[in-house]
């Protein structure tokens, strides 16, 4: 068993206690949400957690512990737009556990359409592969090869400049962010969040999750959730950036 999926459980505990201590919120989100509420608590499938949090909480995290933290206006060689919890960010190819973290964007649906335009789509693409060094799955090589391309043409969008186009105060709704922008990544889109959650213990872990969790799974998934587990993985994180395919 590698280390990622050994040490998940415990740097999820030391980001939860990092927020208790700064009075951050914080949610689960995405895959550790779904197996968290499914009816089999299904997150040891998982080899790393998901968070969401607010964009200033982020950025207060940043600031009070900015080596635990990886973004891509911290990192020469990290251009990706996920951010991530890690133990060190010195080491980004080194075989250490991570937490992904997405933020939550105040918008509306104006400034989502500025967002889910196409240079924007390819500038996010470019940035998740371009990071990668390598992979034993063809398709992901062959992203590589393609981000190295266009890289000659757009730079990689940076989670600032997605806070700019997105966060407005007269906003109608909350984004989640992603690694890549996607058409479809409206159905992270919720109309309401009222900063609420409610508590939640898995693997003797007390984790928050937020009050809107249920339609938004939903959303996301399009599935009844509590009827389902989190699917089995199909890749493997060998660090924080790569992954290899998992051949059955």
């Known amino acids: 068993m590698n280390k990622l999926l050994l040490n998940k459980d415990r740097i999820l505990l030391e980001f939860i206690e990092i927020c208790k201590n700064l009075n951050l919120f914080y949610s689960l989100d995405k895959l550790s949400l779904y197996g968290a509420m499914s009816k089999e608590h299904s997150w040891n499938n998982l080899d790393h957690h998901e968070i969401m949090m607010k964009y200033q909480d ?45 933020l939550i964007y105040p918008t509306n649906i104006a400034n989502i359409k500025k967002y ?7 500038r996010s693409f470019i940035g998740h592969y371009l990071t990668m060094t390598n992979s034993n799955d063809w398709k992901t090589k062959n992203n590589i090869i393609k981000s190295h391309f266009l890289s000659i043409f757009y730079k990689p969008i940076t989670y600032k400049e997605v806070a700019n186009l997105l966060i407005k105060n007269d906003h109608q709704g909350f984004l989640i962010s992603s690694p890549i922008i996607k058409k479809d990544s409206l159905k992270y ?31 996301v998934y399009e599935v009844e959730y509590f009827e389902h587990s989190v699917p089995q993985r199909k890749i493997e994180y060998i660090n924080p950036i790569e992954y290899k395919k998992i051949f059955s």
């Open 116 to 122: 889910l335009k196409h240079c924007n789509q390819a």
């Open 58 to 102: 982020y950025e207060i995290l940043k600031n009070a512990y900015p080596n635990r933290v990886l973004d891509n206006t911290l990192h020469s060689l990290y251009h990706d737009l996920q951010i991530k919890f890690v133990d060190d960010n010195k080491n980004i190819f080194e075989n250490q556990p991570f937490l992904n973290i997405n």
């Open 189 to 219: 889109w919720l109309p309401n969040i009222k900063f609420e959650t409610k508590k939640v213990i898995i693997n003797n872990i007390e984790v928050d999750v937020l009050v809107e969790f249920d339609q938004y799974l939903k959303n």
